[in-house]
């Protein structure tokens, strides 16, 4: 038992190390190019109404000569007007142009996307989501890591942060995935990335053959084309740029968000199996040291690894959150850490054993 403890406690801290030490590759300072790269923007839309104006007005306010840019927005067989109210905000705006997916006969995402992606003008492409608001340096910072040569690029997407309980735990949630996700992807083993900040080369998704390969789930828009470039052994980088964030908000209520957690939980059911074992491994260690109180009967010792976890998780969170935009509070972090691990779980069921909705 003591060889357990010690072999545990060894990793757990190793692990951690690795981590921050990964991390503080993030953040380097380039010298920055003057390069400005020709950019497609692909936002599918569905049933987006009340985000529609908001997103078109952040959009064309982007630092970015607009002659430089473009955007493109599908309609993804919305069933209110948000066709419609697409094609009304963006009347007089050349560098915009609307789809329908329904005239297509596109249904899903992924379809929305690829339609919007054929269409585009441009070598570079970016996708975000219709209730994300991307930083006014977000073209800007794309078009400089583009220019090192990069077939892929993902950058960082914080919520913004509320007080009530869902939005805190889903914050949380998104600082310590993305902990792990960027510090990993700087050192060479990107495995997950999020949508509503994403960007590749046009020439890149064709080699790919589009989301072809992607279709085990409707979702996997981003982590399976992901997956995808990996394989292939294509340059992933990371945009780290404050300016560069991609904000939206939380789901409101435990139901809403349950849903859209085991969305994304079944996507990870189909990362590379080198991806599952690592991240199965490193969550069921956490789980066993958040736990370990009550099988504190076998040897008292087991006792401390709780703390010990504690302690750790406190000095990786407080030393990190800023850069993604967050802040807690010790107390807060304490306890959400808890719920954290605790919803790993839940979320890993549901996705495993309930009927999945979708928008």
Known sequence: MLVFIFTSTAFFLLLNFFLLLAFKKLFIVKAQSMSRKKISIVIAARNELENIESLVSNLKDLDYPADGFEVILVDDNSTDATFELMEYVTNSLQNFK????????SKG??????LGIQNANYPYILITDADCRPGHNWLKSYSMKFEEGYDM????APFYQHQHLVNNISCFENLRSSI??????AIGFPYSAAARNFGFTKRAFDSLEGYSKTNETKSGDDDLLLREAVKQNMKIGIVTEPDAFVYSETKKTFSEYLQQKARHTQTSFHYLKKNQL????????????????????VNPIIGLL??????????????????FSYKFSVVKILYLQIFYEIFLVIHFLNAKFTEIKWK
Do not use: E
């Not at 690029?153 to 960082?156: A, E």
């Not at 792990?180 to 992807?185: E, G, I, K, N, V």
């Open 306 to 323: 709780l703390p010990l976890k504690m302690m750790i998780d406190l000095i990786v969170v407080k030393s990190t959150q800023k850069k």
């Open 278 to 297: 690592f991240l199965g491994f490193w969550h069921l260690l956490n789980l066993v040291f958040l736990l370990s109180p009550l099988i504190m009967f």
């Open 180 to 185: 792990l996700t960027f510090s990993m992807a």
């Open 98 to 105: 609307i789809f329908s997916a329904k005239s297509f006969g």
């Open 109 to 114: 995402k992924k379809a929305a996307l690829f």
């Open 153 to 156: 690029l993902f950058g960082i």
